[in-house]
């Protein structure tokens, strides 16, 4: 991978004003009033409330145009605001380096302007395969937990990323103080999402398959809350109003330089291919004004979703019924988790139950509507109290299951009817009222076959796991883990992905010889019943991946040729 471009950066020296007591304003004299992008910037953070007077704020800064940007403009508009500014950069260690370059820019930023400056970094590539995850979708759980760190929520030991301690940052030239705890938390983070990045999310979303709230696309503003879910401070998104070229036009006015990413060009990533090849067609053929409509649905889907949210509580608290499950009242359980609780615990008849209940991923109760009240209200109110039930139960529920239950759930017909959800649920038709069933954890019954077609490349979501699995192209250096990796041009163009079956045996490279998959999911100590759920991907008769290992000897990856990463994501989130 090609090193980024970077203009000349010239420091300039702040100059304190005085009469607004912001010691950044008016940067180095050369601007003489506001400039009208800052200017708008500043109608639109006091229109919404982001910022605050008397707020520490944290702009978080990569060193990309949108970033550097949003600094800038903060910085020219901090004495107006009456906040405080830092600076933030997560080091996300993917590009060797480029990305120690990218961080000692972003540090020569702070320095040049005297902010404080916070900076630390992690491992997305183990991150990512110790989530099963995307390398974007890793690098931005990294960035998130380091930004809550820096609003005062404590995320544990066993987290990868840690605020860096002030003596390691006077060391670098940063200050003379030496202990993390006098530092006070930051009240927000800033983030330098833009009018197009929103554009982009809207559409992506609607092509993959969205309701209301994935087109809700990127929120302005994330409240963060801490274990005891006290409110500790927010993500804002300011820029989420204006477009990036003129953000690129304000800093070129400015003097102002930046880093550019080269993979932000690669065509091998759905969103650049989005950005460079579908938005600028859109434009051009159809609407000029289409990255804006985008985002103004965006808006209007958001304040949809926050209408049917208070609605969704209201029918949670009084249409739907939450109970014990029959078979856990036989075994005279003490307790089960209620909804909104973080653990399920049981105290009778030995071990075996309770370490059942501890790995159950979904809520252990028995959910309940009123089917006249339920059947009265219109299709819209149906599909979302069917799908607050699976949120609640901790179940992922597509359309098509909603679809499903819905039918389901009007029909005619005989009582005592069932339909199977996915983990082991199940719904069932009583005269008065539809019920949802939790899986008995007493009995080990076989798993619900599932099997999908995966397109190469391409995805599909897996309601029965909650995951969608995307088979993507990657180029030999976007940084995955290379035994992780399969040959493209060994691959066919569609795949079979389905949860394994018994008899299935897998032959993971490096292996003297293959093994049957139940055995190799024993080894993993992966718990029940998450391993009867667990997906493989086969071609023809023959394993070729499984979720946590290498992929089969055959269709490994192999140099300089084409490849694939095989990669899950949970169903609904950004990639």
């Keep these: 991978m090609g090193c980024p471009v970077a203009f000349e950066h010239s420091p300039r020296?702040?100059?304190?004003?005085?009469?607004?007591?912001?010691?950044?304003?008016?940067?180095?004299?050369?601007?003489?009033?506001?400039?009208?992008?800052?200017?708008?910037?500043?109608?639109?953070?006091?229109?919404?409330e982001l910022l605050t007077a008397g707020e520490r704020v944290g702009v978080a800064v990569s060193g990309g145009i949108d970033s550097v940007a949003l600094l800038r403009l903060l910085l020219d508009l901090c004495g107006d605001l009456g906040i405080v500014l830092s600076v933030i950069h997560f080091n996300h260690r993917l590009r060797g380096a480029e990305s120690e370059a990218d961080q000692e820019f972003v540090a020569g930023l702070a320095r040049d302007y005297h902010l404080e400056f916070h900076c630390d970094g992690g491992d997305v590539a183990r991150q990512a395969e110790?989530?099963?995850?995307?390398?974007?979708?890793?690098?931005?759980?990294?960035?998130?937990?380091?930004?809550?760190?820096?609003?005062?929520?404590?995320?544990?030991a066993g987290q990868e990323v840690k605020t860096p301690t002030l003596s390691r940052l006077a060391r670098e030239g940063w200050g003379t103080l030496t202990d993390l705890k006098n530092l006070p938390a930051l009240d927000k983070v800033a983030t330098g999402h833009t009018l197009d990045d929103q554009a982009?999310?809207?559409?992506?979303?609607?092509?993959?398959?969205?309701?209301?709230?994935g087109i809700a696309g990127i929120h302005p503003r994330i409240l963060v809350e801490n274990e005891d879910g006290e409110a500790c401070g927010e993500i804002v998104r300011p820029l989420?109003?204006?477009?990036?070229?003129?953000?690129?036009?304000y800093l070129r006015g400015l003097g102002q330089s930046w880093r550019d990413d080269v993979t932000n060009d690669s065509l091998t990533f759905t969103r650049n291919r989005l950005r460079k090849l579908v938005l600028p067609l859109?434009?051009?053929?159809?609407?000029?004004?289409?990255a804006?409509?985008?985002?103004?649905?965006?808006?209007?889907?958001?304040?949809?979703?926050?209408?049917?949210?208070?609605?969704?509580?209201?029918?949670?608290?009084?249409?739907?019924?939450?109970s014990e499950p029959a078979w856990a009242r036989k075994a005279e359980l003490v307790q089960i988790r209620t909804p909104g609780a973080s653990s399920v615990q049981a105290t009778s008849e030995g071990d075996d139950l309770e370490n059942e209940d501890s790995h159950a991923p979904w809520l252990v109760m028995d959910a309940s509507v009123d089917r006249l009240w339920f059947l009265g209200e219109p299709p819209a109110v149906q599909r979302r109290v069917i799908k607050a039930i699976g949120e609640e139960a901790g179940i992922t529920l597509g359309f098509r299951h909603v679809e499903e239950v819905l039918q389901f759930a009007t029909q005619q017909g005989e009582s005592g009817r069932e339909i199977p959800l996915p983990l082991g649920w199940k719904v069932r038709r009583e005269?008065?009222?539809?019920?949802?069933?939790?899986?008995?954890?007493?009995?080990?019954?076989?798993?619900?076959?599932?099997?999908?077609?995966?397109?190469?490349?391409?995805?599909?979501?897996?309601?029965?796991?909650?995951?969608?699995?995307?088979?993507?192209?990657?180029?030999?250096?976007?940084?995955?883990?290379?035994?992780?990796?399969?040959?493209g041009n060994s691959l066919p163009s569609?795949?079979?992905?389905?949860?394994?079956?018994?008899?299935?045996?897998?032959?993971?490279?490096?292996?003297?010889?293959?093994?049957?998959?139940?055995?190799?999911?024993?080894?993993?100590?992966?718990?029940?019943?998450?391993?009867?759920?667990?997906?493989?991907?086969?071609?023809?008769?023959?394993?070729?991946?499984?979720?946590?290992?290498?992929?089969?000897a055959r269709f490994a990856a192999k140099p300089g040729q084409a490849t694939i990463a095989i990669l899950e994501r949970p169903i609904g989130s950004e990639r």
């Excluded at 982009?200 to 709230?213: N, Q, Y």
């Excluded at 989420?240 to 003129?246: F, G, I, M, P, V």
């Excluded at 008899?503 to 998450?530: A, I, M, T």
């Design 13 to 48: 020296t702040p100059r304190r004003d005085s009469s607004r007591g912001c010691p950044y304003s008016n940067l180095g004299g050369t601007i003489k009033s506001v400039h009208s992008l800052a200017q708008r910037l500043l109608t639109h953070i006091r229109r919404h």
């Design 130 to 156: 110790m989530d099963r995850a995307g390398m974007e979708a890793a690098a931005r759980e990294l960035r998130y937990g380091f930004f809550r760190g820096l609003l005062g929520v404590d995320e544990g």
């Design 200 to 213: 982009e999310t809207v559409l992506l979303r609607i092509i993959r398959g969205s309701g209301l709230r």
């Design 240 to 249: 989420l109003a204006t477009r990036r070229s003129d953000l690129e036009h």
């Design 282 to 290: 859109l434009e051009k053929e159809f609407n000029p004004a289409v």
């Design 292 to 322: 804006h409509n985008l985002a103004e649905l965006a808006e209007i889907a958001r304040g949809e979703e926050d209408y049917w949210a208070n609605e969704v509580a209201g029918w949670m608290g009084t249409g739907v019924h939450w």
């Design 431 to 487: 005269p008065d009222e539809i019920l949802f069933l939790t899986p008995n954890l007493r009995q080990s019954g076989p798993a619900l076959d599932y099997e999908y077609e995966l397109p190469v490349p391409g995805e599909v979501d897996v309601c029965e796991i909650g995951t969608t699995v995307e088979a993507r192209c990657v180029p030999p250096d976007a940084g995955y883990n290379p035994e992780h990796l399969l040959d």
């Design 494 to 552: 569609t795949l079979k992905l389905r949860n394994w079956r018994a008899g299935d045996r897998f032959w993971p490279n490096h292996r003297k010889s293959p093994k049957k998959v139940k055995e190799l999911l024993q080894e993993r100590h992966v718990p029940q019943p998450e391993r009867k759920m667990w997906p493989v991907a086969v071609s023809g008769s023959e394993l070729l991946w499984m979720r946590g290992f290498p992929p089969a």
